[in-house]
């Protein structure tokens, strides 16, 4: 069975820190999604990577996958209130079936004016 | 251009009921997967559709079950309901590219009492 396990499950950071969330499997996935999730919305996709080492930035976010594209990271520079949220990853195009998604259970990260 | 909608937004059914909610993809996009979100958790992945054939089904039971029309719109269908289904039900729609970028409706929240 795959699985995605996110560490922290919960994170609280005063305004201006930085904070680096982790996605890790044991299965290797052909691309792997970070989505950002507001209470009672559907998730929002922030970024998608494919290749093995791939890094992407999108402003203050920076995604990271694994060589071996089984792990990813995302790292929020001088976090912001507005970051607060849900942040899930996912993984797609597994061993066991390519049209399966799975999502790991996510971390919630509140950010403290 | 619109994203992906869901109906209805919040739905009250009693054990043993059966529910229809619907989604439309964004135009253009072939494939659509149903989520299932318990509070707390991750979406879990039922089912994926793709050219109105299954592609996909996760570990759920045959209560639940999913169509996709010509016009890619889809339905999940759950029937003889229990308690533990209460969840927020989320669509999302995808090109069924190599890296499996998906977009989600803001999901259905259904109650069973």
């Known amino acids: 069975t795959q699985l995605l396990e996110q560490s922290p499950q919960f994170l609280s950071i005063q305004e201006g820190e930085n904070l680096t969330v982790y996605c890790n499997s044991s299965?290797?996935?052909?691309?792997l999604q970070w989505y950002r999730q507001e209470p009672g919305e559907g998730p929002v996709l922030l970024v998608t990577?494919?290749?093995?080492?791939e890094v992407k930035k999108l402003k203050r976010l920076t995604f990271q996958f694994g060589d071996a594209r089984k792990d990813s990271s995302l790292h929020i520079t001088a976090a912001q209130t507005g970051d607060t949220g849900l942040y899930l990853c996912?993984?797609?195009?597994?061993?066991?079936?390519?049209?399966?998604?799975?999502f790991g259970s996510g971390t919630r990260l509140s950010i403290r004016p | 251009d619109a994203g992906v909608t869901q109906s209805p937004t919040h739905l009250i059914k009693t054990r043993g009921q059966q529910v229809t909610l619907r989604c439309s993809p964004i135009?253009?996009?072939?494939?659509v997967s149903w989520y299932q979100q318990v509070l707390g958790q991750g979406p879990q992945f039922i089912f994926q559709?793709?050219?109105?054939?299954?592609?996909g089904r996760g570990n759920f039971p045959d209560r639940f079950s999913a169509r996709q029309f010509p016009n890619y719109s889809s339905e999940l269908n759950v029937n003889a309901l229990l308690l533990g289904d209460s969840a927020l039900y989320l669509c999302?729609?995808?090109?069924?590219?190599?890296?499996?970028?998906?977009?989600f409706g803001p999901g259905t929240r259904l109650t069973v009492t």
């Open positions: 299965s290797v996935f052909s691309s």
């Open positions: 559709y793709y050219e109105k054939e299954e592609r």
């Open positions: 999302a729609s995808s090109l069924m590219t190599v890296s499996y970028e998906q977009y």
């Open positions: 996912a993984g797609a195009g597994g061993y066991s079936s390519a049209s399966k998604i799975i």
């Open positions: 135009s253009g996009h072939k494939s």
């Open positions: 990577v494919v290749t093995g080492g």
